[in-house]
């Protein structure tokens, strides 16, 4: 989609895109490994794993293939003055795609979407590669990203994570923005295994550690086909799934036989951790550098401390021994990256001051209208005129305890302060 309509403003050169991404500048294909994924020096984007030498004679698993299954980045985009003139091309072709599963613009390379991702993100772009999510500010405000990219599995297993956002920042420089800063949103890594039999329910339930954490399973019949360690919308989710099966259902995501090298009868069975952004963070994983640094020990601690499958040899489950078949799971880490001990810094505090400040602005602004108020100055007085009556019937400082102690900043509430100083052994105690 480049006639006539789309390219009014005398200086666009937007229609030339697919002549200036050509074959010699496209990073598919480059020579920058991902520091991901090591093998024999090969720049390869899948780790595939050797066997372990008695993994079947001892019904073991036998691990195929680790990597980066799900990424989704927040980007920081600073777009040039042509910023405006671009809003109005996305806008007249997000129309014409109304009713349709996409339409093509700038050439054949890519396809607008008839809706975005609200309320941040008024446009949706598709590539064969990963989709594009852009908001209307021409440059971020503050901690805020103005774009967000969901980048598709068969990218990240056949190009690895590095080529796949070069290709990705790439396509935002030919539409003039500059990516400032790529911040992970969500993450999943993988395992697929090559088992003897399936797993079974009873299994899992009788030998997963820790026991009390929220659970959930799918079964067809008697059949396990997926088990749920943690909620849907926790920050660490752990699935243990028949990936084999998924695969042959669906039928179009068979390009993972030629990965795992196995038959399609062959039982393969998928270890996956998805972590979202608030997990990250506490593992100071705040840029995409840091996570690729760390993916390593990522795997180390979530195999080891936050899930394992053990012998049921001692009443204080993490005395218990870890089955043989955990620990080929918990050996793919070095496959993933550098092994290290990551720190978890558990503050509860998940949003910070200037979340708090966007979400009273908004606030304000949805009050002012309903109230009428034409002015900043008189939806401020206002409003601060209702709180103050609202906490003549409210305890304000009871509250303000209440809330610094759930966030990790007691003391902070004008009370008085406990002295700790003496009271660390008898607390051990």
């Not at 007085?381 to 400082?397: G, K, L, N």
């Amino acid at each position: 989609m480049c006639d006539e309509s789309f390219s009014r403003k005398e200086n666009n050169s937007w229609c030339d895109i697919p002549q200036k991404f050509s074959s010699e500048e496209h990073p598919i294909g480059d020579s920058q490994q991902n520091p991901m994924q090591r093998h024999g020096g090969e720049a390869l984007s899948v780790t595939r794993l050797a066997p372990f030498t008695n993994g079947e004679k001892n019904h073991l698993p036998v691990p195929l293939i680790c990597g980066v299954d799900t990424l989704d980045l927040g980007l920081y985009i600073e777009w040039s003055s042509n910023w405006s003139d671009l809003t109005q091309i996305l806008d007249q072709a997000k129309e014409q795609a109304a009713g349709t599963q996409g339409v093509p613009i700038f050439g054949d390379h890519f396809l607008i979407l008839p809706s975005g991702k609200p309320p941040s993100y008024r446009w949706h772009l598709q590539w064969p590669e990963f989709h594009l999510y852009l908001g209307r500010s021409a440059e971020p405000y503050r901690n805020t990203p103005n774009g967000y990219v969901s980048i598709n599995a068969k990218t990240l297993w056949s190009m690895g994570i590095s080529s796949a956002v070069n290709l990705m920042v790439r396509w935002i420089e030919l539409l003039e923005g500059k990516v400032r800063s790529i911040k992970p949103s969500r993450c999943d890594l993988a395992v697929d295994l090559q088992l003897k039999d399936p797993l079974s329910l009873p299994f899992l339930l009788s030998h997963r550690v820790p026991q009390h954490v929220q659970h959930s399973h799918n079964m067809t019949g008697d059949s396990l086909e997926t088990f749920y360690h943690g909620a849907k919308k926790s920050p660490i989710q752990l699935r243990i799934y028949d990936k084999g099966l998924e695969v042959l259902k669906g039928g179009t995501k068979l390009w993972f036989y030629e990965l795992w090298n196995v038959e399609p009868e062959t039982h393969v069975w998928r270890i996956e951790y998805q972590l979202r952004r608030e997990i990250l963070k506490q593992f100071g994983i705040d840029q995409l550098d840091h996570l690729i640094e760390k993916v390593g020990g990522l795997w180390q601690y979530l195999t080891e401390d936050w899930f394992s499958l053990r012998a049921q040899d001692d009443c204080n489950t993490s005395r218990r021994t870890v089955l043989p078949w955990w620990e080929v799971v918990q050996s793919c880490a070095d496959q993933f990256g550098s092994l290290m001990n990551l720190e978890r810094t558990l503050d509860t505090a998940s949003a910070d001051s200037t979340w708090y400040v966007n979400h009273v602005a908004g606030c304000l602004v949805g009050y002012a209208a309903r109230e009428r108020l034409l002015t900043l100055q008189d939806a401020l007085a206002s409003m601060s005129d209702q709180v103050r009556w609202y906490f003549d019937q409210h305890d304000f400082q009871s509250k303000l305890a209440v809330k610094s102690i759930q966030l990790g900043y007691p003391g902070s509430s004008g009370g008085t302060e406990i002295d700790t100083s003496t009271s660390g052994k008898e607390s051990e105690s």
